[in-house]
């Protein structure tokens, strides 16, 4: 199993980014996929889930209304769009099998300016 993070980079608040998680070694289209965040000294929150056929998405309230979770079953891949960014949000984000204690390098999110 492989999930490969990318999209992340410094941007000012109100700004915006697209995160992606290219996933290879598994029946992607089979599995639910969740984002979660990490920032600096606090532990690891999850943030968006999708479900196999991308019809059910969830949130954390922090990010509702700002963030959109989406996916590509034939690209294996699943994103995340995040908008009105604040200060708050700057985080290693990673993508995640749910269920599974699987991990990619995640992708760096700052937001500053």
């Known amino acids: 199993v492989q999930l490969v993070e990318s999209g992340g980079g410094l941007v000012q608040p109100g700004g915006s980014l697209k995160l992606s998680c290219a996933a290879s070694g598994f029946a992607f289209s089979r599995y639910p996929m969740t984002w979660y965040r990490q920032a600096p000294g606090k532990e690891r929150e999850l943030v968006a889930s999708?479900?196999?056929?991308?019809?059910?998405?969830n949130y954390a309230d922090s990010v509702k209304g700002r963030f959109t979770i989406s996916r590509d079953n034939v690209k294996n891949t699943v994103y995340l769009q995040l908008n009105s960014l604040k200060p708050e949000d700057t985080a290693v984000y990673f993508c995640?099998?749910?269920?599974?204690?699987?991990w990619g390098q995640g992708t760096q999110v700052t937001v500053s300016s």
């Open positions: 999708i479900s196999s056929a991308g019809g059910i998405t």
């Open positions: 995640n099998r749910r269920g599974y204690d699987d």
